[in-house]
Nanobody, 125 residues
Framework: QVQLVESGGGVVQAGGSLRLSCAASGRTFNTNAMGWFRQALGKEREFVARISWSGGITSYADSVKGRFTISRDNAKNTGYLQMNSLKPEDTAVYYC??????????????????WGQGTQVTVSS
């Protein structure tokens, strides 16, 4: 019902910045809360950030607090993840998620009905 298309991934030097975008199509009124997960090579997929429908509630993993900012523009059906002060350990495939179903913690990957294809972010040291 909802398709998520990501863009903005790439290669950046440590200390640099990158902005990821997530464009939603389809039944976008079902996207409610949305967020980002990431998975580094050989690691578990982990929660990065989430934002409520109105944007009034945001949450971040401790590892990215103060460096990453999640936002959304509902008029454009687009979510964003601004990443500053990037570190090599931020290197991962980043996934946009939407369609929080409830009954799960927002940090649980199973809480979301819709996933983007993933975009690679590589931070060089």
């Amino acid at each position: 019902q909802v398709q998520l298309v990501e863009s903005g991934g790439g290669v950046v030097q440590a200390g640099g910045s990158l902005r990821l975008s997530c464009a939603a199509s389809g039944r976008t009124f079902n996207t409610n809360a949305m967020g980002w997960f990431r998975q580094a090579l050989g690691k578990e997929r982990e929660f990065v950030a989430r934002i409520s429908w109105s944007g009034g509630i945001t949450s971040y993993a401790d590892s990215v607090k103060g460096r990453f900012t999640i936002s959304r523009d509902n008029a454009k059906n687009t979510g964003y993840l601004q990443m500053n002060s990037l570190k090599p350990e931020d290197t991962a495939v980043y996934y946009c998620v939407a369609g929080y179903r409830g009954g799960y913690s927002y940090t649980d990957r199973y809480a979301y009905d819709y996933w983007g294809q993933g975009t690679q972010v590589t931070v060089s040291s």
